[in-house]
């Protein structure tokens, strides 16, 4: 009996596997480029994974769209380390009397690249290992160029990658390392995508769906696999930086999806964090706010020219708000900025505290945990999963500024 089947979330057709799906071009016969996994699995079993050690996202193998496990490519990925840092724990109670849990999930633990999409890195890898894909390719502002390049060596695929002219030279470094196609674009993120689609279409090699794509989602949904194994229980609030937004639509599938099996888990509040030299969603949703979300509010948002140096962060048109935005205000969030020129100072005090030195994405999440609580977003008794995302490791001249 097969583990799973995919369905489109536009028109509910069945799709019975990843092969079938890489086999129709990623996408639907309707169109559309989303699709979800439902599970043939015992959920029962749940509560015992949960209370074993996990070494790497194969934990959830019972729950992932992977039907051999010798199709497996790992690196240690996944299973990161929540890690309460009493400096911001101190400080939400010295500057705004707020009694909150802050947890930091220490991605640049990870085992494959040190960012949050080694995930799905490495269940893109094993999907390709088990249906024969040779060849794939995408467009990323950094973190999933890295990621995916790495663990496409592993699994012995060709990986072509285009980026933008402005992408860190770190990360250009890391992905000629493994031996990956690197395209650096002569125009932005979108330029790139734009070169990666024509690339897809005239070689007839797969592409990334980006943020809603369901190697993406699945694999970043087992976080709420993680709260319920590392915490017992779901966060009050999530914190993290966007560009895109897989991790809050993975989230809220994960949540739906143990619902759906009669579980009661609750999505947390999402507090959404962009720097304000690149802060589109942001305008967005502080226009919908405005006006009262009416409705459509989704579908109205800017497009700006990027003025930041986190590359990562760079989307100037957020073509993920009319599916990430939702999202938030079901779960009684928000968006936040931050400024971009004081991350280095803050990233100074993270280090003198606690010896992390994080990247400057990571630090917009950090900035954005200070902002929520200046706004009001973080309660009493909450506890804040802070999704701080990659090291500096990955941008040298982050971490030189930091330690000048």
């Known amino acids: 009996m097969a583990k799973y089947h995919l369905y489109c979330t536009s028109c509910g057709r069945e799709i019975e596997s990843f092969g079938q799906w890489f086999a129709e071009g990623q996408k639907c016969t309707c169109g559309c480029q989303r699709a979800e996994a439902r599970y043939f699995a015992d959920y029962a079993k749940l509560p015992e994974l949960c209370s074993r050690k996990a070494e790497n996202l194969f934990h959830w193998f019972d729950f992932l769209p992977l039907e051999h496990r010798e199709n497996i ?144 989602v699945e694999s970043k949904r087992t976080l709420v696999f993680e709260y319920l194994r590392q915490i017992g229980r779901m966060p009050d609030v999530y914190v993290q930086a966007v560009s895109g ?63 930041t140096s986190i590359s990562i962060l760079s989307t100037g048109t957020p073509g993920m708000f009319p599916i990430v935005a939702p999202i938030v205000h079901k779960s009684g969030g928000s968006f936040v900025r931050v400024k971009e020129d004081s991350l280095v100072e803050l990233a100074r005090w993270i280090h003198e505290n606690t010896g992390v030195i994080p990247g400057p994405a990571a630090m917009v999440c950090i900035a954005g945990f200070l902002k929520a609580l200046e706004e009001g977003l973080i309660h009493n008794g909450d506890v804040v999963s802070v999704n701080m995302g990659e090291g500096s490791e990955r941008n040298t001249g982050f971490r030189k500024a930091v330690l000048a």
């Open 245 to 307: 937004g897989t991790a809050p639509i993975a989230l809220d599938k994960g949540v739906r999806e143990l619902n759906a099996q009669g579980m009661d888990v609750r999505l947390p509040r999402m507090i959404l964090a962009q720097q304000d030299t690149c802060d589109p969603m942001v305008l967005g949703w502080e226009k919908a706010r405005s006006e009262g979300f009416p409705e459509g509010w989704e579908k109205d948002f800017p497009s700006v020219t990027p003025r």
């Open 73 to 216: 490519v790992t690196l240690g990925e996944g299973a990161v380390p929540f890690e309460e840092w009493k400096c911001l724990k101190d400080y939400a109670k010295q500057k705004y009397g707020i009694d909150c849990t802050p947890l930091v999930s220490r991605s640049d633990l990870s085992g494959g690249t040190g960012t949050f999409k080694d995930p799905a890195a490495a269940l893109g890898a094993s999907l390709f290992k088990e249906w024969g894909v040779k060849h794939f390719c995408a467009a990323s502002t950094g973190n999933t160029a890295t990621a995916f390049s790495r663990y496409c060596a592993e699994a012995d695929v060709k990986f072509t990658i285009f980026v933008p002219c402005d992408v860190s030279p770190d990360t250009a470094l890391t992905i000629m390392s493994h031996r990956q196609d690197l395209r650096i674009s002569q125009g932005n993120y979108a330029d790139a995508k734009k070169e990666a689609a024509a690339f897809s279409m005239q070689t007839g090699t797969l592409m990334t769906a980006g943020n809603i794509d369901p190697i993406r």
